[in-house]
Structure formats: structure tokens, C-alpha cells
């Protein structure tokens, strides 16, 4: 675990990364990771000098396995609050059951494990809302129907991509892994959406955080893939 900003951690589990935002209200995670890692976020937690029953909420990016692993166990645990957006909930709730994996994906989900339905206590509509003080939640679909990006203000601004979007080995920002994407070419387009915001940092599901003028590089991939005129940048944004 490090600490990406003041009282901004990442917490690897696996190859995907949660987060844990300390605020003057408890902790709030953003995800949960894959499921059976439930003693992991407890030990990252103590490091904090914190304890499960701190954990006041959990904001998920999405449903799939790999972020909403352990929630079911936090909420059950903590009687913290669980938000998702509504498009997502299903999934996470158990409403539907997820198609059965075929081939590798089978092999996959015996390794990591199957996540435990949970209620959800918010549902996250429209374009943006503010679920929690501090946090703006910012509708991103594509790589699933109700993925949600987070922004925190906080040290400039944290933008809590999720899997919208991943960091290249030379730092450029890119869409994230496509091949388990419901819809690539939006996931593109709310990539380039994340660049009309004003945040210093970002952090992803997948991939290194950036530190300092990360906005930068969410508008070189939208003005490489926007026409010029209608790539958000200083003017559009901001906010």
C-alpha cells in the first residue's frame, strides 16, 4: 500500500488496485478488490491505525469481479454504505445472475472466486451527483453500462478512474483492458469526458497513479481522438 496524496492510499490486490480515502467522516473505500482478500484490506486498515467498523462507505467504479470482490463482507462487517450506480446494481445485488465464463474465464473465476451478493444503500443516476462531501461521482459507460469515475477535491483534485481508463509504460493515459469492455467505443468517449475536469491526480483500477497536472494527459488523448473543437480542455471544464 502507498500513499498517492495526503490520506489518499492504494492497496494492490492481485493485479487490480483499490482505494482508501481517509476523511474526517471515516474511511471510504473506492472498491473492494477481488473477492477472499477481506484480511488484506483489514491489515491495510490497521496501518492507517483504523479498523473495519471505521470504513463508513464504499463507492464502487463497477460489477465486475475484480472491484466488488469483498463489499458484501465490508458492509456486512462495518455497516459502512455501499453506492453504485443504478445501471450496475443488478450484478452487485444478485437481481441477475452473471453470464456463466466459458473456456480460460471459467479456469479465471475458480482461481479468484466468485463475489457474495450485497444490498446496495445509494444508487448513483444521471451524469454527476455528489454522493458523498467532497466527492463528485461522474457517469463514465463503456467498459460497463453504470461504470462510475470518482473525482475527490482534494490536493488539487483525484480523479478515481476505474477501468475507463489505464497508464501506458511511457505514461500516456489510454481506455482500459477493452477485451472485457461492454462498449469500447464509449468507454473512448467517456475517457476523453474525464479531460473537461480539473484534477491534479488520478488513480486507476489497472495501472500506476499519475501525480501532478494529470488532466494534462487525459487532454492529449482526447484532443488525438476528438476533432479539434470538440476536445474538452481548460474552457470546457474545470470543474
Known sequence: MREVVDGVFELSLGFVNMHLVVTDDGVVLVDTGLPRNSRRIDRALRGLRKQIGDVTAVLLTHNHVDHI????????????????????????????????PRGLARFAARLVGTPEPTKLDQLITGEESAPLPGFTAVH????TRGHV?????RDGG???VGDTGTTTRDGSVTPGPA??????????RSLAKLAGYGFEHAVFGHGAAVTGRAVERFRAYA?????????????????
Open 223 to 239: 484532443a488525438a481522438v476528438v476533432p479539434p473543437g470538440d476536445a474538452p480542455g481548460e474552457d470546457a471544464g474545470d470543474r
Open 158 to 160: 483525484v480523479m478515481f
Open 179 to 188: 477485451q472485457f469492455s461492454a462498449d469500447v467505443a464509449q468507454q473512448g
Open 149 to 153: 469515475s470518482y473525482l475527490l477535491d
Open 69 to 100: 470482490g469483498n463489499v458484501a463482507d465490508v458492509r456486512r462487517r462495518s455497516g459502512a454504505r455501499v453506492f453504485a450506480h443504478a445501471a450496475d446494481a443488478p450484478a452487485v445485488t444478485g437481481a441477475i445472475r452473471p453470464q456463466e
Open 140 to 143: 463514465t459507460p463503456g467498459h
